[in-house]
């Protein structure tokens, strides 16, 4: 069982930032992968990026140039620096973890981006 918890959501005008956190309630090298995903009104929920235990990082072709995954070993904690925004990039982002096959999601945290 693992737990994840995000934080960092919030109101932000187009071309502002965000730093969303995802802290894991276990070791994160023990986690196979952790993902930040979105879900704008009405849409089916995306992947933006993740990152593997390994450290190897992958983030979608549509906010590479503005996103940016990121992890703290110590603190057991991804990062998803969001850079430049757009309010097309507004909806509830969900971190989630893979371990032993198995997904754990969090509650997700609300971004809304104002033009």
């Known amino acids: 069982q693992v737990q994840v918890v995000e934080s960092g959501g919030g109101l932000v005008q187009a071309g502002g930032s965000l730093r969303l956190s995802c802290a894991a309630s276990?070791?994160?090298?023990?986690?196979?992968?952790m993902g930040w995903y979105r879900q704008a009104p009405g849409k089916q929920r995306e992947l933006v990026a993740d990152?593997?235990?390994?450290?190897?990082?992958y983030v979608v072709d549509s906010v590479k140039a503005r996103f940016t995954i990121s992890r703290d070993t110590a603190k057991n904690t991804v990062y998803l620096q969001m850079n430049s925004l757009k309010p097309e990039d507004t909806g509830v982002y969900y971190c989630?973890?893979?371990?032993?096959?198995?997904?754990?999601w969090g509650q997700g945290t609300q971004v809304t981006v104002s033009s």
């Open positions: 989630k973890a893979v371990r032993n096959g198995y997904n754990f």
């Open positions: 990152i593997t235990s390994g450290g190897i990082t």
């Open positions: 276990t070791t994160i090298f023990s986690i196979s992968n």
